[in-house]
């Protein structure tokens, strides 16, 4: 059984123990590039008078830093700036950062949500997540503060509310033209609990006159499910999916030389496994081994980690 490349669709995916941003002042834009920029944004709004010049956080690079780091640097701007990518020949356009959570249910799909008419994207499919907005001044930017923007798009896209200390860093997502994607693992949460709260948030914003961002949420757990779904689809979401489908696959056991390892109490190399195959890092069988397992799996997830001659499983 082969694995179809997880880079399809142009975006990779970083496996991240560490994430620090530094912020940096935001390049200059040519004369002749604004006004260029204000034709495109006035057209932009014109077509969807529900776009907004809102203030929004910029990536302007992506390096490693030790041992599964990376450091982002990020500065201010806002959403006018992203006009520029319509304009043919553009050099002052900025790449995006965002945030996205992987909502599980029990029994190991995933929530993606769809863009509703009065959203800058409609129809498209996507994790619930958004841009991220830059902090106060004095504040910081920082991984606690995207897992509270995270947590705050989860509850106002889907309803599903929960502490952001309960989000997860689970990877990162970078695209061809340099967009991160900053992604967090929620806890599984029953498919019931998760229609239920998507149903009384469409009601409450009914009620109050107000368009959702989402108005419609599926439960997906493989590539096929995304291509089922119909209509545009973000570019993280397939490759994303990608990575869930195998480590489905292998913490199930529907692979023969994975059961056997799974009966071997061996969580951990399960997912250094899986993650060999995609060229990704051992950040993963932390969550893996914990879904599998149950909390008890984080020590032998653990010694894994610390110890790679362990975990040199079939390549």
Same mark, same amino acid.
């Given at each position: ?59 302007? =690079? ?23 990518? &319509? ?32 959203? *800058? ?15 106060? @001044? ?12 995270? !947590?705050?798009?989860? *509850? ?21 033209? =340099? ?8 806890? @599984? ?38 291509? !089922? ?27 023969? !030389?994975?059961? !056997? ?36 799996? &984080?020590?032998? *997830?653990? &010694? ?12």
């Amino acid at each position: 059984m082969t694995d179809p490349s997880p880079r399809a669709s142009g975006v990779s995916l970083l496996a991240v123990r560490r994430l620090r941003l530094v912020e940096a002042a935001a390049p200059p834009v040519p004369p002749e590039e604004q006004r260029a920029m204000h034709r495109a944004w006035d057209e932009a709004v014109h077509a969807n008078p529900s776009l907004f010049d809102g203030p929004v956080v910029a990536c302007a =690079g992506l390096a490693p830093e030790g041992h599964h780091g990376f450091v982002v640097t990020w500065v201010r701007t806002t959403y006018r700036r992203h006009a520029l990518r &319509r304009v043919p020949g553009a050099t002052a356009c900025l790449p995006s950062l965002f945030v996205s959570v992987l909502q599980p249910t029990d029994d190991g799909r995933v929530l993606v949500g769809r863009m509703s008419s009065s959203t *800058a994207a409609p129809g498209r499919w996507q994790l619930p997540g958004g841009s991220v907005e830059p902090p106060p @001044a004095g504040k910081p930017l920082d991984v606690a503060a995207l897992g509270r923007h995270a !947590a705050r798009e989860l *509850a106002e896209e889907t309803g599903v509310e929960l502490p952001a200390e309960d989000l997860t860093l689970w990877c990162l997502t970078r695209a061809e033209n =340099g967009t991160i994607g900053v992604q967090f693992l929620a806890p @599984a949460r029953p498919e019931s609990l998760l229609g239920e709260r998507f149903t009384a948030l469409l009601s409450d914003g009914t009620a109050r006159g107000e368009d959702p961002e989402l108005d419609r949420t599926a439960l997906i757990r493989s590539q096929a499910d995304v291509t !089922a779904l119909g209509g545009t689809q973000v570019d993280y979401l397939e490759p994303v999916m990608h990575t869930v489908q195998w480590q489905a696959l292998l913490l199930s056991g529907a692979l023969p !030389a994975v059961h !056997a390892l799974k009966d071997a109490g061996l969580p951990a190399v399960l997912g250094l496994w899986m993650l060999s195959s995609l060229g990704a890092s051992r950040l993963f069988p932390f969550h893996f081994g914990h879904w599998l397992r149950g909390p008890a799996a &984080r020590e032998e *997830a653990e &010694r894994a980690w610390r110890d790679p001659a362990r975990t040199s499983g079939p390549r």
